[in-house]
């Protein structure tokens, strides 16, 4: 696989085919790889809501200045940060990691309460920053994952999270939307698929020391 190749064939997808649907297995591909990003400590902070049901997406394409991409994509993933990330989160992962890797608890104490001072020493601003990025990280993976299967996406913010958050009624679960990845395959009559990137150059982009 040429990695360069699949993420210039890539771009944000403006049209997608409506009739064009993910297989199960790659949407599971997807999914796990997903799974598998990255996040601070390994916490993370978020949920990944899965949206299929056409009803929903029309609700929610209202609130997304009308963009077809929420209702025409084969699935919606909405990276949801948890702003309720506090001591419980810290203690839940904790579990997790003991168990994963068979360690006693009593051994994590260092990093259980090194992690937990540093989300006590921020405001709730500062959390919800610090999640949402975590979040965004999650999105990359989705991103370039997508474009090695051979599954085209839009990332999309152009939305009103406290809409969205309303239509799904995920405050409750200490959720707040950030994020869209719309994944599905190009419609042929999106011109977009034909335009040139728009990149920085090598030499602008990147700083040698
Ligand atoms: C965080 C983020 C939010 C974006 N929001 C939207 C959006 O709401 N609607 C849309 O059509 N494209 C959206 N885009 C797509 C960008 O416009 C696009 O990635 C950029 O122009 C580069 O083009 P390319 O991805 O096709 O290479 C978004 C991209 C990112 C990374």
């Known amino acids: 696989m040429d990695i360069l190749s699949k993420l210039n064939t890539r771009y944000a997808t403006k049209v997608f085919d409506p009739t064009k649907k993910v297989s199960e297995a790659d949407m599971e591909k997807l999914l796990e790889a997903i799974r598998l990003s990255a996040s601070s400590y390994g916490l993370q902070p978020y949920k990944v809501l899965v949206v299929e049901d056409p009803a929903i997406r029309a609700e929610l394409r209202k609130a997304a200045w009308g963009q077809s991409q929420i209702t025409d994509a084969s699935a919606l993933l909405i990276f949801a940060a948890k702003y309720e990330t506090n001591a419980g989160t810290v203690d839940e992962f904790v579990d997790l990691v003991s168990q994963t890797r068979n360690i006693p608890k009593e051994a994590l104490f260092g990093f259980s309460d090194m992690m937990k001072g540093s989300i006590q020493s921020q405001s709730q601003e500062q959390i919800e920053t610090w999640v949402s990025k975590q979040a965004y990280i999650a999105l990359g993976f989705g991103l370039v994952s997508a474009a090695v299967l051979d599954i085209d996406a839009c990332p999309m913010e152009g939305f009103s999270p406290a809409d969205f958050d309303r239509i799904l009624d995920i405050n409750k679960l200490g959720l707040k939307s950030k ?13 977009y698929q034909h335009l040139a990137k728009v990149r920085q150059k090598k030499e602008d982009l990147f700083i040698k020391f």
């Open 179 to 191: 994020v869209i990845l719309a994944v599905g395959y190009r419609s042929e009559e999106d011109k």
